[in-house]
């Protein structure tokens, strides 16, 4: 059995399980955003979950493999507690301890769900990525920089002074998110943070501004970008001539769909991938994706590592044919075709 943790509508590994079922492989998926499975019993012979379509209960110990593709389990696995709940005792209104900040409930279900998945990586024989689904970029910056790898100059400021005085070589400063940012849906609509140059507006304020402590980085002078998908010891990586149009030169995310960046296979030099394998050595991560600029001497500058990572955009323009790549993987915990 396969055992993949992620979200309903990610289409990678909608893709990897084409290839395993084509591979005869049985697969158990478990989406951090349905009602799909809901927890039985933990005991000696293992952790049990039923799935309440077919009503049939699994161990996720029988798991040979283990794709940590996105989180997997979720609070409604173990409760079905609606907000609207409450919780009393006599005359004591104890709801809060339920469903408010101190929520109990969130408390024990987050423990349990740590080890369910400390259980199940200890267990698997093959394991794509591990239970860490976010890395400090802060904290990764000091290790790539460590491991001889070249990263933007960076502060964390709280106001238009503190960033000002940062712009020593009047190159340009950028801002971008210190976490993940924002990815989320409201309603009808899909909100997303990015990389965004700072306004000489606000540099030139002779009035001090203040605000929550932002990570500011030098604007870099680029070639191109690559982004890297990596998988034990292997790299997949694409170019992206980001700077052929000004939507894109400062995020490429900002896909200009009229005129869309060219991208073309690339080989990182081997030095370079030596400095990421040490990296991820140090992350205890066998997968990930990493994003990267060529400047305009040449040099390869480090921006940051994104465990999940999405590899669909580097794959299908490239023919890396990654799905195949990823399920064949699962199976033999290797790059062996049997």
Not at 33 to 50: C, T, V
Not at 82 to 94: A, R, V
Not at 142 to 166: C, D, T, V, W, Y
Not at 261 to 281: A, R, W
Request: aromatic content about 12%; charged content about 30%; hydrophobic content about 35%.
């Amino acid at each position: 059995m396969i055992l993949i943790f992620t979200i309903e509508h990610d289409i990678s590994t909608t893709n990897v399980i084409k290839w395993l079922d084509y591979f005869e492989e049985e697969v158990i998926r478990m989406n951090a955003d349905d009602d799909l499975h809901k927890f039985e019993e933990i005991n000696s012979e293992g952790i049990f979950f039923r799935n309440i379509l077919t009503n049939k209960v699994f161990n996720l110990l029988d798991a040979k493999a283990c794709w940590w593709r996105r989180r997997g389990i979720s609070k409604s696995c173990f409760t079905d507690l609606k907000k609207e709940d409450t919780l009393i005792n006599g005359t004591f209104d104890l709801t809060s301890l339920i469903n408010g900040d101190n929520n109990l409930i969130n408390k024990e279900v987050n423990d349990l769900i740590d080890f369910i998945y400390y259980q199940v990586y200890k267990n698997c024989k093959i394991n794509i990525g591990r239970p860490t689904f976010n890395v400090n970029k802060l904290i990764v910056n000091e290790m790539a920089e460590k491991h001889g790898l070249r990263i933007p100059a960076f502060k964390i400021a709280r106001n238009n002074h503190q960033i000002a005085s940062f712009n020593k070589r009047n190159t340009g400063l950028i801002s971008k998110a210190i976490s993940n940012g924002v990815y989320n849906t409201i309603g009808n609509h899909r909100f997303y943070s990015y990389t965004e140059l700072i306004e000489d507006e606000l540099l030139e304020k002779r009035k001090e501004v203040n605000f929550f402590p932002s990570l500011i980085m030098e604007k870099v002078e680029k070639k191109s970008e690559i982004r890297t998908f990596y998988l034990d010891g292997q790299f997949y990586s694409m170019a992206i001539f980001s700077q052929s149009s000004d939507q894109t030169k400062v995020d490429f995310r900002k896909y200009n769909n009229k005129k869309p960046n060219k991208t073309e296979p690339y080989k990182l030099p081997k030095n370079t991938e030596d400095k990421l394998v040490k990296l991820f050595n140090e992350l205890d991560l066998n997968c990930g994706s990493v994003d990267l600029i060529i400047d305009t001497k040449g040099d390869y500058i480090f921006l940051e590592i994104n465990p999940v990572g999405q590899y669909g955009m580097v794959s299908d323009p490239c023919n890396y044919n990654l799905d195949k790549r990823i399920a064949k993987y699962l199976i033999n915990g290797s790059f062996k075709e049997n």
